[in-house]
């Protein structure tokens, strides 16, 4: 399976021989071939279509999937295709057109920007038919969105020619034009985002998206899960079949980075799966400069695949007809099983990390191969040719006309002025304008009748009787239900009537975090588990018939993962109350990528607002080195041009408004709240009822 290093040698424990089988044998008919769909054979036939099908192109491993309908469907599925794929001359043809604008793409911008970093896909140009060829087969079996993730490396190639970025667009990126909106910064070209709808060959309508990135590898995976299910929520009501997430990894990340193993961990969790992710590798066989043996200890790269079980398909990156066969096995194992699939694109790097970087000096004898190493491209053309496919002519005139459409819009890149900015995802965020200074001194109105809240309370606090519940739950309800009586809330009751009232005026609420249901110091209760089943029942979800959805999740012990995602679930949910809730508000700077990268600087950088809030427990009371603060100073440093809401609540009231306001404005911004410890229970610490009126 590997284009640039010989195949590894292994001890030899399938040799016939460790079967007490000889030679002799190899012409004796066996009742083994029934089970690989070859019927009675001899044993030489049999090893012949076991090496067909696991030792060439395409190696597979599956075996340790602990479902047997799992392991039997895989093996029926590969042994009765030798795991490849009959395309017909129209389709190789197609093939074909798109390595030459795959190939064409980069080796332009090679020789048209020199010295430029663009972080080429040379090496690894099957990418771009794999993506093209889950998107066509995929709307075929009903997919309608693909959410895609990855990092720097052949972003430009997705944007050109999966995306249809105009080519003119990117080029205008090179020329160092500023962009036509002022209140943008911008980022390097290989870090924007991009969303477009595109028509597939049957005429079939999808919607693409891809997230931006910062440079910290992985970071955007748990991001692509958070806006794929916000997606499949949002617009196809929990229909998992729907939108796909694609996240793409280099070798070295996927194999180093822990943030990867905290989202695969999420994959078949209740608030988190997406039914499935494909998992594509870009693997070089290098990380920047550092060897594959020295990048990780595992054998493959791919072995966190092993934690959830899920299979790995590794494929050489030479052989774009054999990608595509996995790309194609791949989807249809995740629709039947709804679980994350991973493809292993074994293939190399043709430059160094960057286009000026040199390799040579950290990998002399593999660059020496890679010098003389055909491309994908011209590979894939000579077999067309010798197999009648194409001659000689038409390669060189489609190579040719594609060069000439490439010099057209070069010339249409230095007509433009500035660089135009695509909004991200901006159907969705159509209704919502950037704030200025002035929007910090003013509020909404965020007060909410009396009489609702009264009747609010009573559904919140309701207990049906039919139910068994522990004493000091119906404890709770009470002490709660006497506050009300006498027009007090305290801090609970404050925050439960917040969401009850929001999500009746339809605008959903999803809550995450460690302990999020209870909450870490025990006062939100806001899920009942039955005392003698174990039942949940969560009265925010039985509010009214017609009320937005209430969701809230004890997530993994993550915060990395955990909010990225919340972030990612927030981006495709402007409409709605997206909360993310540390352990102790210590244990966000676990997370500080996220806070950094997307949080504090997303709408600078990229443009793209976000109405994510942070629950920070314990904000603000010290005790002791491990829960002295929640870092205040760091968010206001953080803060410092009007880009985050920084807020200290000292009452119920103050709680209750300040979680209004963040969905009745019509701009967004990341809201962190220091929520208290002491304040909780503290006698106190009570709102009159008429306060949550006002205001």
């Not at 798109?98 to 920007?113: A, N, S, Y």
């Not at 667009?169 to 962009?179: L, P």
């Not at 489609?398 to 890149?413: C, M, P, R, T, V």
Request: one cysteine or more; charged letters at 25%; aromatic letters at 10%.
């Amino acid at each position: 399976t590997n284009p640039v290093h010989p195949r590894r040698q292994y001890l030899p424990t399938l040799e016939i021989q460790n079967f007490n089988l000889t030679e002799a044998d190899l012409n004796k008919t066996f009742h083994a071939g029934s089970e690989i769909g070859i019927g009675n054979s001899t044993l030489s036939k049999i090893i012949e279509h076991l090496e067909q099908t696991y030792c060439q192109s395409v190696g597979a491993e599956f075996v340790y999937i602990r479902q047997p309908e799992i392991v039997n469907w895989l093996t029926k599925r590969m042994e009765s295709t030798k795991n490849r794929i009959n395309f017909n001359k129209e389709q190789k043809s197609d093939i074909f057109k798109i390595l030459l604008k795959t190939v064409g793409f980069e080796q332009f911008l090679h020789k048209k920007f020199v010295g430029q970093k663009r972080f080429s896909l040379e090496g690894a140009e099957a990418l771009i038919p794999a993506i093209g060829y889950a998107i066509e087969h995929g709307v075929e079996m009903g997919i309608k969105e693909f959410i895609i993730g990855n990092s720097h490396r052949g972003r430009l190639n997705i944007l050109a020619n999966i995306f249809k970025k105009p080519y003119h667009s990117i080029f205008s990126e090179y020329s160092g034009k500023t962009y036509d909106e002022d209140n943008i910064l911008g980022d390097v070209k290989y870090h924007l985002s991009y969303d477009t709808h595109i028509k597939s060959r049957s005429g079939k309508e999808m919607f693409l998206a891809l997230l931006p990135n910062p440079s910290h590898l992985e970071t955007v995976g748990p991001v692509t899960q958070g806006l794929a299910r916000a997606r499949i929520e949002s617009e196809y009501k929990n229909d998992f079949n729907k939108v796909c997430p694609i996240v793409i990894h280099g070798d070295a990340a996927i194999a180093a980075q822990g943030v990867v193993y905290e989202t695969i961990q999420m994959s078949q969790l209740e608030g988190y799966k997406t039914g499935g992710t494909l998992h594509f590798v870009v693997n070089n066989q290098v990380g920047f400069t550092t060897n594959y043996i020295d990048a990780r200890s595992s054998t493959y790269c791919t072995d966190i695949a092993k934690v959830t079980l899920s299979p790995v398909f590794h494929v050489n990156g030479d052989d774009v007809e054999a990608v595509l066969y996995t790309i194609q096995l791949a989807l249809e194992y995740r629709e039947k099983f709804h679980s994350d699939v991973f493809i292993d694109l074994l293939c190399y790097r043709k430059y160094g990390h960057n286009e000026g970087d040199e390799p040579r000096f950290t990998q002399p004898i593999l660059y020496k191969e890679i010098a003389s190493h055909p491309n994908v491209r011209d590979i894939y053309s000579k077999y067309l040719i010798e197999t009648g496919v194409l001659t000689q002519e038409d390669v060189t005139q489609k190579l040719q006309s594609f060069n000439n459409k490439l010099d057209e819009q070069l010339e249409i890149s230095k007509q433009s002025e500035k660089v135009e900015i695509k909004h991200f995802l901006h159907e969705k965020w159509a209704n919502y304008r950037y704030a200025n200074e002035n929007d910090f001194l003013i509020s909404p109105q965020t007060g909410v009748n009396y009489q609702k809240l009264i009747n609010l309370s009573e559904k919140i606090n309701y207990l049906p009787k039919e139910k068994k519940f522990f004493n000091k739950i119906e404890k709770i309800v009470n002490d709660r239900k006497k506050l009300i009586s006498e027009n007090k809330v305290d801090w609970a009751l404050a925050e439960l009537l917040a969401y009850a009232s929001i999500v009746t005026e339809n605008y959903p609420v999803r809550i995450s975090g460690q302990d999020s249901e209870r909450g870490t110091f025990s006062h939100r209760h806001s899920t009942f588990h039955v005392d003698d089943t174990d039942e949940k029942w969560c009265p925010l979800k039985n509010i009214a018939p017609e009320q937005a959805k209430f969701q809230i999740y004890n997530s993994l012990l993550s915060e990395y993962a955990v909010l990225g995602f919340e972030y990612g679930y927030a981006m495709g949910t402007p409409n709605g109350l997206t909360i993310w809730e540390a352990q102790f508000g210590d244990f966000h700077n676990v997370a500080q990528v996220i806070i950094d990268q997307y949080l504090s600087s997303a709408e600078d950088k990229w443009g793209l607002m976000n109405g994510l809030v942070l629950f920070l427990p314990h904000g603000f009371e010290g005790q002791g080195p491990e829960h002295s603060s929640a870092r205040i100073e760091r968010f206001l440093v953080l803060a410092a041009n009007n880009n985050m809401q920084i807020v200290n609540c000292s009452t119920p009231a103050n709680i209750f408004h300040v979680l209004r306001r963040q969905v009745f404005t019509d701009y967004r911004k990341p809201l962190i709240i220091f929520t208290p410890k002491s304040l909780l229970r503290h006698p106190l610490c009570i709102s009159n009822i008429n306060e949550l009126s006002e205001g």
